[in-house]
């Protein structure tokens, strides 16, 4: 044993190469209702390193020492990356599903100077919360303009029911904005509490308005499947109320869960698993092939696998020596023109995803329901929140 382990130490010095381990801290949700975004971040992760391990400098490994931060909780989540940062000396921060906690750990980001890669937080704020911060994912801006543009185009009258936190406010701003630009009357809205909340008053009340359309905005997973049941049991759809919303009601991996009530329900996201693209069809090979035949990537999963690539970039340029600025400066002139959702870009200025927007309905194909990609509704859309306060 000990021979082999000298001769090994012999060989890396003889090619130059000196053992180097990058330290990776992620924060994540793990339990709770929306416990998807732990899992698909996670399996991403692993299923990226796994494929692309071989492309690593030799000698260089990651290491990855992960959180859960059970949901909305932003003490906790400032709590575990602190730890991480202090005790365990990770040298970049990675994940956060929830905007609150990565709200939390903006400052630490920017104290100890670590770069923190976001997989999912889609409120438009969160990037200007600290220099270190980068955005993998998408913002509500992006999807809900070019949804409320194309409801416009079909709908006369329309209601929003969102969750009431910093994305759901987005989800319905944005909407509104889109919508109403188009000569659509919005007729009601409300915000429904994030945690735990029963939809049947206010899904109630949306049939009584008698809208064309109903948006919805509630954090993808289980409770988007509760939305969905919800809305067919209160007798909305048979009402012709029209479901629409950004991709997170329509979440790729709870579709069989939803059943037929998900069908025709018509979003704008970023990425679907159905989408044709060659790179996605990889992917989601790639996927059933590592997890199983009934595993679906949805866009958390995407999230988490670009934001690998942009690791293994880092890496890969730096020999391992990880240095803050130096990722922060390859982060932001990231970009890659093959990504399972499309070609994907970080805005240098403002550290946010640059991407297409897809409108996309839910069809049975080969049997199982699926987000169509019916058109490119928006391309390199950067985020609309911040593009209308440069002009401010
Ligand atoms: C958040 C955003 C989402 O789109 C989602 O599905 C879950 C959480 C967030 O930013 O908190």
């Given at each position: 044993m000990k021979r082999i382990a000298a001769l090994a130490v012999a060989s890396l010095m003889a090619t130059g190469a000196a053992a180097q381990t990058v330290k990776i801290g992620v924060v994540n949700t793990f339990t709770g209702p929306q416990a998807m975004f732990g899992d698909m971040t996670d399996r991403a992760f692993k299923l990226y390193q796994k494929l692309h391990d071989k492309e690593l400098p030799s000698g260089v490994?990651?290491?990855?020492?992960?959180?859960?931060?059970?949901g909305p909780n932003p003490d906790k989540a400032r709590q575990l990356a602190q730890e991480l940062v202090v005790r365990d000396r990770v040298q970049i921060l990675a994940g956060v599903a929830f905007t609150p906690n990565a709200m939390a750990m903006a400052p630490l980001a920017t104290e100890a100077k670590i770069p923190l890669i976001l997989t999912n937080a889609g409120t438009s704020v969160v990037t200007t919360r600290s220099p270190y911060i980068v955005r993998f994912s998408f913002t509500l801006w992006q999807s809900c303009v070019p949804l409320g543009e194309w409801a416009a185009k079909k709908f006369k009258r329309a209601y929003t029911l969102v969750a009431d936190y910093a994305p759901g406010q987005d989800a319905e701003v944005a909407f509104a904005q889109g919508f109403k630009a188009g000569g659509g009357e919005l007729v009601g809205s409300v915000r429904v509490p994030l945690q735990n909340p029963d939809f049947a008053p206010y899904m109630q009340r949306v049939k009584d308005a008698k809208p064309d359309a109903l948006m919805v905005f509630v954090p993808a997973g289980k409770t988007?499947?509760?939305?969905?049941?919800?809305?067919?049991?209160?007798?909305?759809?048979?009402?012709?109320?029209?479901?629409?919303g950004p991709g997170d009601i329509t979440t790729d991996e709870e579709l069989a869960n939803m059943g037929d009530v998900a069908l025709g329900v018509t979003t704008v996201f970023h990425y679907s698993a159905a989408a044709e693209r060659p790179a996605n069809r990889r992917f989601v090979e790639a996927w059933k092939k590592e997890y199983g035949a009934n595993a679906t990537p949805n866009f958390a999963a995407v999230a988490a696998w670009d934001a690998m690539a942009a690791i293994f970039h880092v890496v890969k340029e730096q020999n391992g020596k990880i240095?803050?600025?130096?990722?922060?400066?390859?982060?932001?002139?990231?970009?890659?023109?093959d990504s399972p959702r499309g070609p994907i870009a970080i805005d240098p200025e403002t550290r946010d995803i640059v991407q297409n927007e897809y409108?996309?309905?839910?069809?049975?194909?080969?049997?199982?329901?699926?987000?169509?990609?019916?058109?490119?509704?928006?391309?390199?859309?950067?985020?609309?929140w911040k593009e209308m306060q440069k002009k401010k």
């Open positions: 490994k990651l290491e990855f020492v992960t959180r859960d931060d059970g988007s499947t509760s939305v969905m049941k919800t809305f067919a049991d209160l007798g909305l759809a048979a009402a012709g109320i029209k479901l629409i240095d803050s600025e130096r990722t922060m400066e390859l982060l932001k002139g990231y970009r890659n023109a409108l996309r309905e839910v069809r049975r194909v080969n049997g199982q329901l699926a987000n169509v990609e019916l058109e490119t509704v928006a391309t390199a859309v950067k985020d609309p």
